[in-house]
């Protein structure tokens, strides 16, 4: 009977954490209310201090572009997973900044920096090209916002780094802005370094771009107009899409009703956004969530799973109010048997995930070299550039490839 009781507590709990996935957009926060979960400290799994890695991609998304940003969409996991594999493993923190021109529907958007990729991934999905056309685009406004309207890191310690992704010069004619190198001597200041990615290859971005990269401390790149991303499918990629949701589904969150409201409003668009998402993208989230870098994606904050596991918090002192609705009318067993259950259940998915990650790693490794390598890819640019610079900060990376 006990079995049975864990087994029907299990199923309506994983349909719930399937409803708390992350939203981009949410709702507004209810009205407040008596809770005698409230003074519950909150739980956040990148609590220990790791190395920070701050990442903000500046993103023309004019006409033009719309190759790299398809691009973009596919690799921003692999881009994520390769970071994650830096010895010691490292809190990853990604933010974009998406610019166009005066007249277009936006001059810049600004998605501040932000642990939690999956609402990264999400803005990143709702992006498409247009407008541009005429030249110059508004770069100056791109990288002020980048370096002034994201909230970079305090650690003096950590690796922050943009990458300027485009394919045209910015307007040194508006009179109005600040001009980039004005903006780069406070990105210095800040400890950021500045690469610069050209999409194309007009001379005049040329140019501009390897003054941007001077000034920045960074480097300058070149990748063909549509990223020269490596797009191959997988015999892995299903199954692991398959373990992601497994993955997913195995949090159980809890704390004030606000903080489990927060976290369900937080689901609609992450799950449109996986639903647009390609077989090889959603592997590639896999891989990066089963690593320690992609704890904070994976669980966010007040998971009871984790907080319980690693001693953070004693089940018996969380109230039968801070728990999902089907855990409150269990004993105090049953509800530790859950966890316990649910617990291994994710560390067998887990080493799972980890398995054929590597194989598929191997799989696309003999396929990439075959037709000719990847040294010209975004991803591969990328990942050189985090390579040689984060070693400053401490972060020691092997010679191998990026994760396709």
């Not at 998406?98 to 991934?121: E, I, K, M, P």
């Amino acid at each position: 009977m006990k079995t049975k009781l864990i087994a029907i507590a299990l199923f309506g709990l994983t349909a719930a954490a399937v409803a708390y996935y992350p939203n981009l957009q949410g709702h507004p926060d209810p009205e407040p209310r008596p809770d005698p979960a409230a003074q519950l400290p909150p739980v956040d799994p990148g609590s220990n201090h790791r190395p920070v890695v701050d990442v903000v991609f500046a993103l023309d998304t004019t006409g033009s572009m719309g190759g790299l940003i398809q691009a973009a969409k596919e690799k921003i996991w692999s881009i994520a997973s390769t970071m994650a594999a830096a010895q010691p493993a490292p809190q990853i923190r990604m933010g974009l900044v998406a610019y166009r021109d005066r007249g277009d529907d936006y001059v810049t958007r600004v998605v501040d920096l932000t642990a939690d990729l999956d609402s990264v991934y999400a803005a990143l999905m709702q992006f498409e090209a247009g407008g541009g056309g005429d030249g110059p685009e508004s770069v100056n406004q791109a990288l002020a916002d980048a370096v002034d309207k994201v909230s970079w890191s305090q650690d003096g310690s950590a690796y922050k780094v943009i990458f300027l992704v485009g394919d045209a010069p910015p307007h040194m004619d508006y009179q109005d802005e600040v001009q980039y190198p004005a903006t780069l001597v406070k990105a210095k200041a800040k400890g950021i370094r500045v690469n610069a990615i050209q999409c194309g290859n007009l001379v005049e971005t040329t140019r501009q771009w390897e003054r941007i990269a001077s000034l920045g401390d960074g480097r300058t790149f070149q990748v063909d107009q549509a990223g020269g991303a490596v797009a191959i499918a997988s015999p892995f990629d299903a199954r692991l899409a398959r373990l992601s949701e497994e993955l997913d589904a195995s949090r159980i969150y809890f704390g004030s009703e606000a903080e489990r409201q927060a976290q369900a409003d937080k689901g609609h668009d992450a799950e449109r956004a996986k639903a647009a998402a390609s077989p090889a993208a959603l592997a590639r989230r896999a891989t990066f969530n089963a690593s320690e870098s992609g704890k904070d994606n994976l669980l966010g904050k007040q998971e009871l799973v984790d907080a319980v596991a690693s001693g953070r918090v004693d089940l018996k002192t969380v109230a039968p109010e801070a728990l999902p609705a089907p855990m409150q009318a269990m004993t105090p067993e049953q509800r530790q048997a859950l966890v316990d259950e649910t617990a291994a259940k994710r560390d067998a998915v887990k080493a799972e995930i980890q398995r054929l990650a590597a194989e598929r790693a191997e799989y696309l490794e003999d396929k990439v070299k075959a037709d000719g390598g990847a040294a010209g890819s975004l991803d591969h640019k990328v990942f050189d550039a985090v390579r040689e610079q984060a070693a400053k900060a401490g972060l020691s990376y092997g010679a191998g490839a990026p994760v396709y």
